[in-house]
């Protein structure tokens, strides 16, 4: 089950609380939570000090920032920032037994299927992988950036500059994994669906049962996953948002300028595309749930005459 290695390493980067391993006779797989603590006080600690570093540069050149309309954009993002790191640290605390339940349901469905599944590697994988190497990428080349930067100025910045400028890229960086990891579940359900279409268009009456059972308990998963993810989705759809306003606004400001666009339209570039695979995970929810409700029907009809 590919999702249970994605289910480890968000938990390693400290998103998720939950971590899959193998009991001791390597049987059956145990879903518990793991680090909830430690990746909370380690998440508190850097948000602090970035908030703290923000604050005093904020004080410090409140009057020029004030008469710049770029330092605030700036500001907006660094807020929205901290808007969604905030409820991102206090989630899992809200719904750690219900993301080991979530987690333990999609195992007892990926291991009930008795279907064999020979088809090539899921586009969702593809697409979440892709999505975790442009964080990395990101998050690599603001750091670069800031330290070539920095080793170009003739004194060393005050330490809170220091504090925001490496603080909030890792910041943001987290809370990207943590959007990747609200994205794995529709992954997970579209792809187990894709499996039943395939096998109602056999037509097979001995499987209608089973394909029925299977996919009750989709739906129950579909309902889980939405009562716990929901909250932390319109969070993160509001910050793409946020971010692509703002660097849409600094692209305009910038080309009358004259400066350099490159990062600025890398980083939109990411946004717009963190946007569209939101909606094409969920929208291939919707396909496959139309497709297994229509085969089914004909399946059903197939059965009875």
């Known amino acids: 089950m590919e999702e249970l290695k994605f289910l480890n390493f968000f938990n390693r980067l400290m998103v998720s609380p939950t971590f899959a391993e193998g009991n001791s006779r390597g049987q059956r797989c145990v879903i518990r939570d793991r680090n909830l603590y430690w990746n909370a006080l380690v998440l508190t600690t850097l948000l602090f000090v970035c908030c703290a570093g923000l604050l005093k540069q904020v004080l410090d050149d409140i009057y020029r920032l004030r008469s710049n309309v770029l330092g605030m954009v700036m500001i907006m993002l660094y807020t929205t920032l901290v808007v969604v790191i905030v409820p991102l640290i206090m989630w899992p605390f809200f719904y750690k037994r219900n993301l080991v339940d979530l987690a333990n349901r999609a195992v007892e469905i990926?291991?009930?299927?008795?279907?064999?599944?020979?088809?090539?590697?899921?586009?969702?994988?593809?697409?979440?992988k892709m999505h975790i190497a442009s964080a990395s990428g990101n998050l690599i080349a603001s750091l670069c950036v800031n330290c070539y930067r920095m080793s170009k100025e003739r004194e060393m910045p005050p330490l809170q500059q220091?504090?925001?400028?490496?603080?909030?890229?890792?910041?943001?960086?987290?809370?990207?994994?943590?959007?990747?990891?609200?994205q794995l579940w529709p992954v997970f359900i579209a792809r187990q669906l894709s499996k039943l279409v395939r096998q109602t268009k056999a037509y097979q009456p001995e499987t209608i049962q089973t394909i029925l059972a299977l996919?009750?308990?989709?739906?129950?998963?579909?309902?889980?996953?939405?009562?716990?993810f929901g909250p932390m989705q319109v969070a993160h759809l509001l910050r793409i948002f946020v971010v692509c306003c703002a660097h849409s606004y600094y692209l305009v400001t910038v080309m009358q300028a004259g400066f350099g666009l490159r990062a600025n339209v890398i980083e939109l570039i990411v946004s717009l595309g963190s946007f569209f695979m939101y909606m094409y995970f969920f929208e291939e929810c919707i396909k496959k749930v139309s497709n297994l409700s229509e085969n089914m029907f004909i399946a059903c009809h197939l059965a009875i005459y």
Request: hydrophobic letters at 45%; glycine letters at 6%.
């Open 110 to 128: 990926d291991q009930s299927i008795p279907f064999n599944d020979t088809t090539s590697k899921c586009v969702g994988f593809l697409l979440l």
């Open 162 to 182: 220091m504090f925001v400028i490496y603080g909030f890229p890792v910041l943001a960086f987290i809370i990207t994994i943590h959007q990747g990891y609200t």
């Open 215 to 228: 996919s009750n308990k989709l739906e129950e998963l579909t309902e889980l996953f939405a009562s716990i």
